[in-house]
């Protein structure tokens, strides 16, 4: 190992063996959370992403498609109550494609491809039922792929054909729409269904196409249209007239100053209506032709007269003479314009209406009523020919409502300002606990750093200190007992310098403290070495 990560090492642990018990714990917590942090941090980006392989399955089929994933040692997820298979993101093309060699999912058959499946020997009933459950099919899969739209079947009533124009049935469909949970259709939506289910089926008007939703909605009848319920078609003229009246009436007055009420009468009858009317061109006329007789002669003198009782001839008595005939006949055919209408009235027509405002008798000061008048009437609508009526009267509103409102609002500004203080006081002593944490974390640092930086008198084993020894003095020589005095062979050598001696003794006395307190002697080795740094 390299020498630097050997002192790294070493510098380590003499740092962790210098820690108290408390900051250990603190040492092993931070540890500990980190870890987990780190294995959770890569068990979330290791984590394989779901997509769908398949949705909207039935049990039989998501049963086989598990079991072909169980095959193939794919983990898997289900969702929606088991109709939606998930699969790692990277593995849905393959299992796709092994499921559909598999023949799966094995839905029923539906649509055209029925057609595929009929014999030469069908009967011509079986034809017709057959063709009806295809054209059925193909509505229902295209209507189900509309936005907002999860499924869809469609039941058509198509009538048999007949010579008789007068015994002709038009044909009628109904539409069974389940939406998307949380979503309703519009009557956008709605119109699209009902013309694209009509325009697919021959002599297959749009009024006999009903549409329902899954909660028993009639969102279309046959007959009546779009929101054939007449109670809805009020109460959304209704809504439509009160919003208009009382955007005027607030801008004029204010809001709040006045209030409207619109009761609408609307026919629950629809019906049929034939009307042809003729108007005479001033044009040149289409054909002209005169004819003219002129006739002139002399009578006959003979007798002549009329046939009396018996056949016996009576003379007149009239004596001859001179006649003219003269006639003129003119004949001309005019231009005639004829217009032959039918007309549908669906049911939903507006029969009359109900209009009563109230105006704030403070607010109404300085507004001229009859101008208000007028304006309420050209914003409902008002036709007095129909029987519509518009009652428009000025009292003073009552402000129980409005102070107990205000009541409300101040209470509920003065609980939100409450709880936005104890949010800020716990704010606050949550923070100034942090902030004491990391003040006592710092002082324990300076202190330890204190400690570490400055000298300690150390015991060298009696009552001598480290810093309280005495001057080194001379040293005596010791008693010894008396021997022959001997010359020496070699001259004496000199007595070493008082300098020498203090340091011998210093050594003397830090190995002697080495050896019995070990522990001390590190840390007072640690001090030096930390101040040289430092210097």
Do not use: C
Not at 282 to 300: R, V
């Amino acid at each position: 190992m390299p020498p630097f990560l050997l002192a790294a090492g070493r510098r380590l642990a003499a740092t962790v063996r210098g820690f108290t018990t408390g900051q250990r714990t603190l040492a092993v917590i931070g540890i500990a959370v980190l870890a987990l942090g780190t294995v959770a941090l890569v068990s979330w980006l290791t984590r394989p992403t779901y997509a769908p392989l398949f949705t909207g399955l039935q049990s039989s089929d998501a049963s086989a498609v598990v079991a072909q994933l169980g095959k193939d040692n794919v983990p898997y997820q289900l969702a929606d109550g088991g109709a939606t298979v998930l699969v790692p993101q990277e593995k849905v093309y393959d299992e796709r494609l092994k499921a559909a060699s598999a023949g799966l999912p094995a839905a029923p058959a539906t649509g055209y491809s029925l057609l595929d499946k009929m014999g030469v020997t069908s009967s011509e009933f079986q034809q017709d039922v057959t063709y009806k459950r295809a054209i059925e099919g193909e509505l229902g899969t295209t209507i189900s792929h509309l936005d907002g739209v999860k499924t869809a079947t469609v039941q058509l009533a198509l009538p048999q054909k007949t010579v008789f124009t007068s015994q002709q049935v038009d044909p009628t469909a109904s539409v069974f729409v389940e939406t998307v949970p949380g979503q309703t259709l519009s009557a956008d939506k709605v119109e699209a269904i009902v013309h694209l289910t009509s325009a697919a089926v021959p002599s297959l008007k749009a009024a006999n196409v009903s549409v329902v939703d899954a909660q028993g909605n009639v969102l279309s009848a046959v007959g009546a249209g779009l929101s054939a319920n007449g109670a809805k078609q009020a109460a959304d003229y209704q809504q439509r007239t009160q919003a208009a009246v009382q955007a005027v009436l607030d801008r004029v007055l204010g809001p709040g100053n006045a209030t409207v009420a619109v009761v609408p009468e609307v026919d629950q009858q629809s019906a049929q209506q034939k009307s042809e009317t003729y108007a005479s061109a001033s044009a040149a006329p289409l054909s002209q032709s005169t004819t003219t007789e002129k006739y002139s002669g002399t009578g006959a003198s003979g007798a002549s007269g009329v046939l009396g009782p018996d056949n016996i001839a009576v003379p007149s008595g009239a004596a001859g003479g001179n006649g003219t005939y003269d006639s003129t006949k003119d004949t001309r055919d005019n231009a005639v314009n004829k217009v032959t209408e039918d007309r549908t009235i669906p049911a939903g027509a507006l029969k009359r209406q109900s209009v009563s405002v109230a105006v704030n008798s403070t607010a109404a000061g300085g507004v001229n009523i009859q101008n208000l008048n007028a304006l309420v009437s050209a914003a409902a609508g008002i036709d007095t020919t129909r029987g519509d009526v518009l009652s428009m009267q000025v009292v003073p509103f009552s402000t129980a409502a409005a102070d107990q409102a205000k009541a409300a609002l101040a209470q509920q500004q003065a609980d939100e300002a409450a709880r936005l203080q104890g949010q800020l006081l716990t704010t606050m002593i949550w923070a100034g606990v942090a902030l004491l944490a990391l003040i006592v974390t710092a002082v324990l640092l300076w202190m330890r750093r204190r400690r570490m930086a400055t000298r300690e008198p150390m015991e060298l084993g009696g009552d001598i200190l480290l810093d309280e020894l005495p001057v080194p003095v001379a040293i005596e020589p010791s008693v010894t007992t008396a021997l022959p005095a001997v010359e020496p062979l070699v001259p004496a050598l000199p007595d070493p310098a008082e300098e020498v001696l203090d340091a011998e003794r210093r050594r003397a006395q830090v190995d002697r403290l080495g050896a019995t307190e070990p522990q001390k002697t590190a840390e007072y080795l640690r001090g030096l070495m930390d101040e040289r740094q430092a210097v």
